[in-house]
């Protein structure tokens, strides 16, 4: 068997072999850090992408619900969460004509059961076909012809397939299409036709009262604005006549997504603070080991010099050896990272309860490339004192040492 002549590359390896125990600790340390800084940098870019782009994905400037359920209209929206409530419809009637109201369309919100009478415990909205401008935009490669009462379309991360049939409140269903991801709540949401939602209400008994006039009623009202107009204004025609005797509340939708990212700043900026905090905490950590070594690679040094190495040579070893320990600790940690964002992204949008969309595939990977160009410049950076201090000692007075 050949031997391999000795390098200042194959011998910083062959360091890093024989002290298995200090350098896995090493190689952690530096995954740890690498995959909170992947992680977090990802899962903020996801949710700035789904905050982001859902103004535009919900078509709609102001969305009009029963006083006290803007709350309910939010969840429902963001995180698909189920919710049932009701106005009467035939405002769309008295406000439709308003100058500057582009477009206004209802929806219906009811929120099916986790038992017998259901599949499972979803949102289930029902949409106008004729008037409507928030749904359709979403199924027009999906759906070729229009939705029957018999029919429903799915979100992108329910589990059914098209084709399958599924129960709400004991009435039969087949999934005529699945929607594209949208990044927000409609991705766990159920879309049927309104007079199909209207025959769940009344057959399942969900407004007390007023039972024989179920199709007067809606969840929210959405409505689209021309450019043109200042939402204000449009608010300030309907408020006045119509809020207190349809005890309506109004939503912007413009106004609930900078509050998310006013709060989603402050959340990136306390995620980016821990990062930075980790990051010195590893360096110092790295510094510490690299330093607590160096009366033990006295010897080993003293005679690398005395057969004929440099300093430089030295120093070039050392540093070597932190690159190594680096490259590896930073690729094990984004790989253990986006092990986790592939399995549990979902959940953990769901758990921060906000829309995420995920970065694609070219984006993730000049995020990897960051993450490791930091993580190999600060690992060596963090040695160099060392690796500096360990070649300046006296050669002959260290091997007489313990003698």
């Known amino acids: 068997m050949q031997e391999q002549p000795i390098t200042m590359a194959n011998?910083?390896?062959?360091?890093?072999?024989?002290r298995p125990f200090r350098s896995c600790c090493l190689i952690i340390i530096v995954m740890l850090f690498s995959a909170t800084l992947f992680g977090g940098s990802v899962i903020m870019k996801n949710l700035s992408l789904g905050i982001s782009g859902m103004a535009n994905r919900l078509g709609a400037d102001i969305l009009v619900v029963p006083y006290g359920y803007e709350k309910?209209?939010?969840?429902?929206?963001?995180?698909?969460?189920?919710s049932s409530f009701y106005l009467k419809v035939d405002l769309i009637d008295k406000i439709k004509n308003i100058k500057g109201i582009q477009a206004i369309s209802p929806q219906l919100f009811i929120a099916s059961l986790s038992a017998g009478c259901c599949t499972s415990k979803v949102q289930l909205i029902g949409f106008d076909q004729q008037s409507d401008f928030v749904i359709k935009p979403w199924l027009q490669s999906q759906l070729t012809q229009p939705?029957?009462?018999?029919?429903?379309?799915?979100?992108?991360?329910?589990?059914?397939?098209?084709?399958?049939?599924?129960m709400f409140f004991n009435h039969p269903f087949k999934i005529a299409a699945k929607m594209d991801s949208t990044g927000m709540g409609f991705d766990t949401s159920?879309?049927?036709?309104?007079?199909?939602?209207?025959?769940?209400m009344k057959e399942a008994e969900l407004v007390q009262g007023d039972v024989d006039h179920f199709a007067d009623y809606a969840s929210s009202i959405f409505i689209k604005v021309d450019p043109d107009y200042q939402l204000k204004d449009i608010v300030n025609q309907i408020m006045p006549k119509y809020a207190i005797?349809?005890?309506l509340d109004f939503v912007m939708t413009k106004g609930m997504l900078s509050?998310?990212?006013?709060?989603?700043?402050?959340?990136?900026?306390?995620?980016?603070?821990?990062?930075?905090?980790?990051?010195?905490?590893?360096?110092?950590?790295?510094?510490?080991?690299?330093?607590?070594n160096l009366n033990e690679r006295k010897r080993e040094i003293s005679l690398l010099r005395i057969l004929g190495a440099s300093r430089r040579d030295l120093v070039k070893m050392l540093l070597r050896e932190s690159l190594i320990i680096s490259a590896l600790g930073g690729l094990m940690g984004i790989?253990?990272?986006?092990?986790?964002?592939?399995?549990?992204?979902?959940?953990?949008?769901?758990?921060?309860?906000?829309?995420?969309?995920?970065?694609?595939?070219?984006?993730?990977?000049?995020?990897?490339?960051?993450?490791?160009?930091?993580?190999?410049?600060?690992?060596?950076?963090s040695s160099i004192y060392s690796a500096l201090s360990m070649t300046?000692?006296?050669?002959?007075?260290t091997l007489r040492e313990g003698e």
Not at 72 to 82: D, F, K
Not at 147 to 166: A, R
Not at 337 to 357: D, E, K, N, W
Not at 392 to 397: E, G, L, M, R, V
């Open 190 to 200: 159920v879309f049927m036709t309104m007079q199909a939602a209207h025959t769940l």
């Open 245 to 247: 005797d349809y005890k």
């Open 72 to 82: 309910n209209l939010e969840v429902a929206l963001l995180r698909g969460e189920p």
């Open 259 to 292: 509050n998310i990212s006013k709060w989603l700043n402050g959340f990136s900026t306390i995620v980016y603070s821990l990062s930075a905090i980790f990051w010195v905490l590893a360096i110092v950590i790295i510094f510490v080991i690299f330093s607590s």
């Open 392 to 397: 300046k000692f006296d050669t002959y007075s």
């Open 147 to 166: 939705l029957t009462d018999n029919q429903v379309v799915v979100g992108s991360k329910i589990s059914s397939n098209i084709g399958d049939e599924v």
């Open 335 to 381: 790989l253990l990272a986006s092990v986790l964002l592939y399995a549990f992204s979902l959940l953990i949008c769901q758990t921060i309860g906000l829309p995420c969309i995920n970065l694609s595939v070219i984006d993730a990977l000049c995020y990897a490339v960051v993450v490791l160009t930091l993580t190999l410049i600060i690992g060596p950076l």
């Open 11 to 18: 011998l910083a390896w062959r360091n890093i072999q024989r």
